[in-house]
Each structure stands twice: as structure tokens, then as C-alpha cells.
Nanobody
Framework: QVHLVESGGGLVQAGGSLRLSCAAS????????MAWFRQASGKDREFVSAITWSGDTTYYADSLKGRFTISRDNTKNTLYLQMNSLKPEDTAAYFC??????????????????????WGQGTQVTVSS
């Protein structure tokens, strides 16, 4: 059974930082792209960030560049999202995702939720003002 389990969410004041983790089990994702998405209450799920299997290329939502950093530790089969300078509008449930593919031929595929095959159940991030 493939499981992706997010952790690290919580309540933080505006301007603070959190680091989310996504631990994978049941399958190695060392050579597969992974990503983070988020969904705020009453809104659609939106792309946050993605990373290639080697970690040499990363993708970010334009509004998050410079504040969020995605990384992975393939020796631990774990994905991370470092979130700095958090804002109330960052409040959402954050989900990690993985694909069975080794890479996407088109960059836009990294941004598309329907390109991913495995999902965690989410971790809640709440940013207070």
C-alpha cells in the first residue's frame, strides 16, 4: 500500500515560518516528481510547488516565489516545504502528491493536479493576523 503522510502544519502568526514534511511509504519515490497543493476553505485546490526526482528543477506558483522552498531527501523518501513570511491568505490544507512517471515532457504538467497519482490526506496550516 502506498501512503503519503503530511506533517508539520499548525497555527502560526503572520510573518512566521513552518516546515511541512511528506513521508512516503510502500513505494520509493526517489526517481519520481512530487508536488505540493493546497486548498483553502470554500476554494478550489491550487498548485503550490513541484520538484523533479533529482531535485535539480523546481516549480512554484508565481505568488509564492521567494517565500516557499520545496526540497526532497531521497535517502529518506521524504518531501519538504519550507514556508517563510507566512500570510493569512496562506491558510489552507496542504497536500503532497506524487506521480508514477519519472518526468513530464511539458512543464505545465507539473502544475496540474490531475497529473499526479498518489495523494496524502493533508495537513492544516492556519496563519493568524
Amino acid at each position: 500500500q502506498v501512503h503519503l503522510v503530511e506533517s508539520g502544519g499548525g497555527l502560526v502568526q503572520a510573518g512566521g515560518s513552518l516546515r511541512l514534511s511528506c513521508a512516503a511509504s510502500g513505494r520509493s519515490f526517489i526517481d519520481h516528481p512530487m508536488a505540493w497543493f493546497r486548498q483553502a476553505s470554500g476554494k478550489d485546490r491550487e498548485f503550490v510547488s513541484a520538484i523533479t526526482w533529482s531535485g535539480d528543477t523546481t516549480y512554484y506558483a508565481d505568488s509564492l516565489k521567494g517565500r516557499f522552498t520545496i526540497s526532497r531527501d531521497n535517502t529518506k523518501n521524504t518531501l519538504y516545504l519550507q514556508m517563510n513570511s507566512l500570510k493569512p491568505e496562506d491558510t489552507a490544507a496542504y497536500f503532497c502528491a506524487a506521480t508514477v512517471k519519472h518526468f513530464f515532457y511539458e512543464d505545465r504538467s507539473y502544475y496540474a493536479a490531475n497529473e499526479y497519482d498518489f495523494w496524502g490526506q493533508g495537513t492544516q496550516v492556519t496563519v493568524s493576523s
